[in-house]
Structures are given as C-alpha cells and as structure tokens.
C-alpha cells in the first residue's frame, strides 16, 4: 500500500543542474528515512545521501558540496538538488523509504550527464 514515485531525471551538460524528487505516499510514519541510490554502470549501488524525518542528513564524500538532498515532511516528499554535474554523475538513482516494517524503492530515473 505504500507507493514511491521519482521524477526529475534526464540529460543535462556536465556543469549543470538537475533536481529529483521523490513522493512517497499510502500508510507512512511520519518518523523515517529517506534516501538516494544510484546504479553506477559498471559499479555496484552506492548510497547518494539521506535525510531523517528530523532533517538529518547525510551526503557520501564524491558528491558533497555539489548535492544536496532535502525534504518536506509533510508531503513525505525529498529532494535531490544536483549541481555541478559531471560526467560520472552519470546512474539510475533510486529513491528509497525505510520504515519500521521494510523499505519500499521507487522506480528509479535516468540521469544522463553528457555534452
């Protein structure tokens, strides 16, 4: 009964931005985490960053100061704000959920960042 959908992804030029947002929705507790993944090719999955329902957050070292991710929790929505893009940005991201009882991932989105 819990559904999370991604938009946002697409093709953008290295040095650009893109932001992706992720709207979680059904029986939620309004206390959980929420993050981004992301399917590097050729590499196994990386964790992107994480946010708490209490806003804290965590971004892995290879995109901070560039990423940024946030949330409303009211709407059970977050954000991934990506500037400064580069090439090898370039993945299938993922949303995920975690709740008490499991984690619920969303479909996933392509970003693409090329010339």
């Known amino acids: 009964q819990v559904q999370v959908v991604e938009s946002g992804g697409g093709l953008v030029q290295p040095g650009g931005s893109l932001r992706l947002s992720c709207v979680a929705s059904?029986?939620?507790?309004?206390?959980?985490?929420m993050g981004w993944y992301r399917q590097v090719p050729g590499k196994e999955r990386e964790l992107v960053a994480r946010i708490s329902s209490s806003g804290s957050a965590y971004h892995a070292d290879s995109v901070k100061g560039r990423f940024t991710i946030s949330r409303e929790n009211a709407k059970n929505t977050v954000y991934l704000q990506m500037n400064s893009l580069k090439p090898e940005d370039t993945a299938v991201y993922h949303c995920k959920l975690e709740l008490a009882r499991g984690d619920f991932w969303g479909q996933g989105t392509q970003v693409t960042v090329s010339s």
């Open positions: 059904g029986d939620i507790n309004r206390l959980n985490v």
